[in-house]
């Protein structure tokens, strides 16, 4: 059973930036490496979009939305995916979730709170 945990949400002003992570426990390193990892966030009275993946091979896709602001990153060797994200704007405000996607293996995390706000 893999476990994800994510951290690094909060309040963020207009403009600033902010890092998540998301440690995943319950899986090996020699596993985890293969993993596609994403993030997706939800917005208030919206559904789930996904705003980044980041493949074995490290490549990475953004939604258009976050494309050019968020930058996405792997470190296997601490079962860690992190989300830089600048430029932050108020229609960023969702909680971001982080998923594990391996062959049939589907796991998320229980999300962090980010809120852009003035």
């Known amino acids: 059973q893999v476990q994800l945990v994510e951290s690094g949400g909060g309040l963020v002003q207009p403009g600033g930036s902010r890092r998540l992570s998301c440690v995943a426990s319950?899986?090996?390193?020699?596993?985890?490496?293969?993993?596609?990892m994403n993030w997706y966030r939800q917005a208030p009275g919206k559904e789930r979009e996904l705003v980044a993946t980041i493949a074995l091979d490290d490549s990475t896709n953004y939604s258009d939305s976050v494309k050019g602001r968020f930058i996405l990153s792997r470190d296997n060797a601490k079962n860690t995916v992190y989300l830089q994200m600048n430029s932050l704007k108020p229609e960023d405000t969702a909680v971001y979730y982080c998923?594990?996607?391996?062959?049939?293996?589907?796991?998320w995390g229980q999300g962090t709170q980010v809120t852009v706000s003035s």
């Open positions: 998923n594990f996607k391996l062959a049939r293996a589907d796991y």
């Open positions: 319950g899986v090996s390193e020699r596993i985890f490496r293969f993993a596609v």
